[in-house]
């Protein structure tokens, strides 16, 4: 079976340090998405990747967090600075891209910022 | 805003009774939903769906209902089994948009054997 990769699966790093989460996305899969998973909010969207290009990262903190894809195999999301407030379980999820194709989801990365 | 809400953070049943999980959503133009099942410290697993121009869809032991003038959706679990026992999540989505889904906030299932 096909899976979505994350690494990390666990990270813990002290406020103020740079970190850098890596998903590899399904083989021939399109599109890309970060979520957080938080209990007040459940799963927010923080970035979405087409064809590796972004068409949404609204639900992203421009100032701290950044998105990319480098190539079609490898996305990465990176907290610089980060802070206690951005502990949670990242996801990453990748997709088809065509009609109503469910998104198929990676383990997580929990990150814990002391 | 939550769009999409799960009011019911947990339910317990007895395994061989029915679970409900309900959801419900404020956007209209949501036409498409999705139930997935989340095991601890693994990714949300793809459940079921439905589209807005049903209102009831069926795969083995798992159904999930709508009821679009109520902006509600349910999943029914019949019989329930200890192996159910997990986070569900809702989720809807615009066919217009991008395959942007708005997720709820889970409701954790418990089966009691």
């Known amino acids: 079976d096909a899976r979505v990769t994350q690494t990390p699966r666990h990270k813990v790093t002290e406020m103020g340090q740079e970190v850098t989460m890596r998903c590899q996305p399904i083989l021939g899969h399109n599109t890309v998405f970060w979520y957080r998973q938080t209990m007040m909010q459940g799963l927010e969207l923080l970035a979405y990747?087409?064809?590796?290009?972004?068409?949404?990262d609204s639900g992203m903190p421009k100032d701290r967090f950044s998105a990319e894809m480098p190539d079609a195999t490898l996305a990465t999301l990176k907290i610089q600075p980060s802070e206690p407030r951005d502990s949670a379980v990242y996801f990453c999820a990748s997709g088809l891209g065509q009609g109503y194709q469910p998104q198929h989801f990676g383990d997580g990365t929990r990150l814990s910022i002391l | 805003d939550q769009q999409v809400k799960q009011n019911s953070p947990s339910l317990s049943v007895q395994e061989g009774r029915i679970s409900i999980l309900n959801c419900d959503y404020t956007?209209?133009?949501?036409?498409?939903f999705l139930w997935y099942k989340k095991y601890p410290a693994e990714g949300p697993t793809f459940l079921i769906s439905?589209?807005?121009?049903?209102d009831k869809n069926e795969d083995g032991r798992f159904t999930v209902f709508l009821n679009k003038s109520a902006k509600h959706l349910s999943l029914h679990i019949v019989p329930s089994q200890p192996g159910d026992s997990a986070v569900y999540f809702c989720?809807?989505?615009?066919?217009?948009?991008?395959?942007?889904?708005?997720f709820g906030t889970g409701t954790k299932l418990q089966v009691i054997p």
């Open positions: 439905i589209s807005s121009i049903k």
């Open positions: 989720a809807a989505l615009n066919s217009g948009g991008y395959q942007k889904v708005t």
């Open positions: 990747f087409r064809n590796r290009a972004p068409l949404d």
């Open positions: 956007n209209s133009m949501f036409d498409y």
